[in-house]
């Protein structure tokens, strides 16, 4: 059973930068996509950005040229990290990791990004 374990988020003030994380286990991966999505209060869940198999990515609107993503592969784990840059108050959210593999999709718990001053 595929399981994911997300790094804490944090506080930052705007501009600041933080880093998260995601340790995917329990399949082969040999076919994926890997990445996060966030949801603030009163919004739907949103694509923030994603990798596939291929190391292809794909950044939503709001946080390209700020945000970046990287996977790394060993055996039965993948793991992303996503290094966000320049932030925003709205990139105040939860954040959730999200894999597509073998057909099915799993979510991780989700962990709190906020940027205030």
């Known amino acids: 059973q595929v399981q994911l374990v997300e790094s804490e988020g944090g506080s930052v003030q705007p501009g600041g930068s933080l880093r998260v994380s995601c340790v995917a286990s329990g399949s082969t991966f040999d076919t994926y996509v890997m990445g996060w999505y966030r949801e603030a209060p009163g919004n739907q869940r949103e694509l923030v950005a994603v990798?596939?198999?291929?190391?292809?990515?794909?950044?939503g609107d709001s946080v390209k040229g700020r945000f970046t993503i990287s996977r790394n592969k060993a055996q039965n784990t993948l793991t992303v990290n996503m290094n966000m840059n320049s932030l925003r108050a709205e990139d105040t959210a939860v954040y959730y990791c999200n894999v597509i593999t073998k057909g099915r999709s799993h979510w991780g718990q989700g962990t709190q990004v906020t940027v205030s001053s």
């Open positions: 990798i596939n198999d291929y190391g292809v990515a794909t950044y």
